[in-house]
C-alpha cells in the first residue's frame, strides 16, 4: 500500500525558511513524478512544485519561484520542498502527490501545516 507522509511544517516568521519533507513507502520513485501543493483557509488546493524523479526536472508556480526548491533524495525515498524567503501568503496545508500527466495528483499525503507570522 502506498503512503506519502510529510513532515516538517510549524510556525515560521516571514522572510525565514522552512524545509518539509514527504517519505513514500510501498512504491519505487523511478519515473514517478513528485509534487508539492498547498490549500490556504477559504481557498482551493493549488499547484506549488514538481519533480521529476527520472531525470530530475522541476516546475514551480509563479508564486514561489526563486524562493522554493523541490528535490528529491532517491536513496531515502524522501522528496522535499526548501522554502526560503517566506511570505503571509505561504501560510498553508501543504500536500505532497504522486501525479500523473499534466501535473494532475493521483495520490495525497495526509498535509502538514505552515503557518507564517508577520
Known amino acids: 500500500q502506498v503512503q506519502l507522509v510529510e513532515s516538517g511544517g510549524g510556525l515560521v516568521q516571514a522572510g525565514g525558511s522552512l524545509r518539509l519533507s514527504c517519505v513514500v513507502s510501498?512504491?519505487?520513485?523511478?519515473?514517478?513524478?513528485m509534487g508539492w501543493f498547498r490549500q490556504a483557509p477559504g481557498k482551493e488546493r493549488e499547484f506549488v512544485a514538481v519533480?521529476?524523479?527520472?531525470?530530475?526536472?522541476?516546475a514551480y508556480a509563479d508564486s514561489v519561484k526563486g524562493r522554493f526548491t523541490i528535490s528529491g533524495d532517491n536513496a531515502k525515498n524522501t522528496v522535499y520542498l526548501q522554502m526560503n524567503s517566506v511570505k503571509d501568503e505561504d501560510t498553508a496545508v501543504y500536500y505532497c502527490?504522486?501525479?500523473?500527466?499534466?501535473?494532475?495528483?493521483?495520490?495525497w499525503g495526509q498535509g502538514t501545516q505552515v503557518t507564517v507570522s508577520s
Open positions: 502527490a504522486l501525479v500523473g500527466s499534466g501535473y494532475v495528483p493521483f495520490y
Open positions: 510501498g512504491r519505487t520513485l523511478r519515473s514517478t513524478i
Open positions: 519533480f521529476t524523479w527520472n531525470g530530475g526536472s522541476t
